[in-house]
T-cell receptor, first 113, second 112 residues
């Protein structure tokens, strides 16, 4: 079972570069989330989606963009990368109902230099 | 904004000891979850509690949801080195609030 798959696992970006973090899930979940986790911190919600074509901002959306054209895919776009975006990024999905288990990918470790 | 405060932030204990970690908020949540995260991995769900006053047991772990659904606790009996990890609580909103909000976590180290 693939579950939630994130690519790449590691990436180094130069300041000002752009990139897309890929996330795909094969569980037919409607809810998908992008979080960032800084050292010693919990997870901060960047963006989330309740279904294809529907996205909304979380706590820390500045500098990021998302799209949800299919149920399976929820890519996160970083425009004009900054050192403050150095973090570990996690994608997660869950079934329709809030309160059901969120399944996480293994994360993407991003360093902006 | 719904905030979840976890305490303590760090906890280092000896094998066999008992411990309790807390998750508190000023907001009401429709459900509260506890996750455990190991280095280099994503969080994995331990339990979900949805009813005020609910107590759930998972082997040596006991989870409680406060009567007012604003707080929760995780108690571990006779901790083992394999319990080492980051414990995160997460609250789910009700109604049209679909966000899953996480606390900062408690980093537990159980020494042999």
């Amino acid at each position: 079972n693939a579950g939630v798959t994130q690519t790449p696992k590691f990436r180094i970006l130069k300041i000002g570069q752009s990139m897309t973090l890929q996330c795909t899930q094969d569980m037919n979940h409607n809810y998908m989330y992008w979080y960032r986790q800084d050292p010693g911190m919990g997870l901060k919600l960047i963006y989330y989606s309740v279904g294809a074509g529907i996205t909304d901002k979380g706590e820390v959306p500045n500098g990021y963009n998302v799209s949800r054209s299919t149920t399976e895919d929820f890519p996160l776009r970083l425009e004009l990368a900054a050192p403050s975006q150095t973090s570990v990024y996690f994608c997660a999905s869950s079934p329709l109902r809030v309160g059901t288990e969120a399944f996480f990918g293994q994360g993407t470790r991003l360093t902006v230099v | 904004t719904q905030l979840l405060e976890q305490s303590p932030q760090f906890l280092s204990i000896q094998e066999g000891e008992n411990l309790t970690v807390y998750c508190n908020s000023s907001s009401v949540f429709s459900s509260l979850q506890w996750y455990r995260q190991e280095p280099g991995e994503g969080p994995v769900l331990l339990v979900t509690v949805v009813t005020g006053g609910e107590v759930k047991k998972l082997k040596r772990l006991t989870f409680q949801f406060g009567d007012a659904r604003k707080d929760s606790s995780l108690h571990i009996t006779a901790a083992q080195p394999g319990d080492t990890g980051l414990y995160l609580c997460a609250g789910g909103g009700g109604g049209s609030n679909y966000k899953l909000t996480f606390g900062k976590g408690t980093l537990l180290t159980v020494n042999p």
